[in-house]
Nanobody, 123 residues
């Protein structure tokens, strides 16, 4: 059974940085893609970034490509999302997810999801 556990969320002042972690377990992840999504109350869950476990190829939403960086540590089965220059509008619950195939930016192509971690940007 695949398990994804996010951590690293919290309260951060606007302009600050935060690094989210997603520890994955339960199967071999090589050859597949891990992604980060965000969701505000009452809104659709939206794509932030994704990374291929094998090649390290990365994918970003336009809103994330200048400030966020996704990386992975294959030995630890952990994916990270480093967020810089945080804004108050980055306040959301952030989820990591794992897909077996499909479009890395499409949430419906992800099969497994973590429980989410809250990120709050304060002014």
């Amino acid at each position: 059974q695949v398990q994804l556990v996010e951590s690293g969320g919290g309260l951060v002042q606007a302009g600050g940085s935060l690094r989210l972690s997603c520890a994955a377990s339960g199967r071999t992840f090589s050859g597949y893609v891990m992604g980060w999504f965000r969701q505000a109350p009452g809104k659709e869950r939206e794509f932030v970034a994704a990374i291929s476990w094998s090649s390290g190829r990365t994918y970003y939403a336009d809103s994330a490509k200048d400030r966020f960086t996704i990386t992975r540590d294959n030995a630890r089965n952990t994916v990270y999302l480093k967020m810089n220059s945080l804004k108050t509008e980055d306040t959301d619950v952030y989820y990591c997810a794992f897909q077996l195939g499909g479009n890395p930016a499409r949430k419906n192509d992800y099969t497994y999801w973590g429980q989410g971690t809250q990120v709050t940007g304060s002014s």
